[in-house]
């Protein structure tokens, strides 16, 4: 097994987790692991496959949220010569490679309904039928599933199958997020700079200034452990002297003066956009009965749209444009025909 199902840490969260692995790993049945983003939810499954009877068997992984609605049957299920365009050959799938062993299916809750149903046809009764096969086949295979939502709140949106969860829960372990484990940030921190000092040829770690303990300690991490991985690997990376304890941080590295923002429209710029426009469509409705030239009326309709928009944006015309849903240019255009191009500000 590789070095990444190790799971550093001795806070008492982490340890109750690791504890409830190691028990249910002797046992045939499906097993879920939840938890966010980073939390280490991998290395938990193949600590219980390491542990299991299956040890020795294959430990199959599969991400369910990279594949798509078309393809996840084919992956899963496997597909005989001929089963749809493209198929030139019979394929096993992922439930028969992990045959005797164990199969790992993360982000389990993105299963499609269909992909879901068969799954539970797994689940239940150990078969499964090739796309273009008319004979079932027999597999022999432990389910540990992961996910980062909640299951029950998904069965109550009707977007996941209740008798599927019942079968996937019989043990359900919880990972806590690093912000749970404060005592255990710094062994991590070690930990990876340890790995990375050998990866960078470094003689030694020279550790952590105080300072970057104290970063380190008060940090969020929203990315969990992963993201602490990061932060720490960089940081000794750019650092570059093995020398002297290691004092600067990047928590965010995407970081700059100059980052691109994206849309510039303020977060209720748009909202207010349309709130404009509605009015004076109001307006203009009440004025309907008097219109005598239609195309001035028109004129005078989409002159207004276009005042309000450009106030509301504080006449940026970028950001209008965004409100309004037409290009930069295009706005350009609507405001020199009605003359108001020396009125905002680009």
């Not at 100059?258 to 509605?278: C, F, L, M, N, Y």
Request: glycine share 6%; aromatic share 6%.
């Amino acid at each position: 097994m590789k070095d990444s199902a190790t799971l550093v840490g001795q806070s008492t969260q982490l340890l109750d987790a690791i504890e409830r692995a190691s028990l249910a790993a002797a046992l045939n049945r499906p097993v879920l692991v939840i938890g966010e983003r980073g939390t280490g939810k991998e290395m938990v499954a193949e600590r219980l496959h390491r542990l299991s009877p299956r040890w020795e068997e294959p430990f199959i992984p599969m991400n369910c949220a990279a594949m798509s609605e078309a393809l996840i049957d084919a992956e899963l299920f496997g597909y005989e010569a001929g089963a749809f365009t493209g198929a030139v050959s019979t394929r096993r799938g992922r439930f028969e490679e992990a045959d005797g062993g164990t199969l790992f299916l993360d982000e389990v809750g993105t299963l499609s309904s269909a992909a879901q149903e068969r799954l539970l046809r797994v689940v239940e009764y150990g078969e499964l039928t090739r796309l273009g096969a008319n004979r079932p086949l027999s597999v022999d295979v432990r389910i540990v599933g992961a996910t980062n939502e909640d299951l029950p709140g998904l069965v109550e949106k009707g977007r996941f199958r209740a008798d599927l969860l019942d079968r996937l829960s019989f043990e359900v372990i919880t990972l806590p997020p690093l912000r749970a484990r404060s005592d255990d940030i710094m062994e991590l921190a070690n930990h990876f700079a340890r790995r990375m000092s050998v990866e960078l040829s470094w003689p030694d770690f020279p550790g952590f200034s105080r300072e970057a303990r104290q970063n380190l300690r008060a940090h969020d991490w929203p990315g969990n452990v992963r993201e602490l991985k990061n932060v720490v690997e960089r940081a000794l990376y750019r650092w570059g002297d093995p020398s002297t304890p290691v004092d600067a941080l990047q928590f965010d590295p995407f970081d700059s003066p100059w980052r691109p923002r994206g849309s510039i429209v303020a977060p209720d710029a748009a909202p207010k956009a349309v709130e404009a426009a509605a009015t004076v469509a109001v307006a203009a409705a009440e004025r309907r009965a008097a219109v005598s030239d239609l195309r001035a009326a028109v004129a005078e309709y989409e002159r207004d749209i276009l005042v309000g928009t450009l106030e509301t944006c504080r006449y940026n015309q970028r950001a209008a444009a965004v409100a309004l849903s037409v290009t930069y240019d295009q706005l350009r255009h609507c405001m020199r025909r009605h003359g108001l191009l020396n009125r905002a500000a680009s």
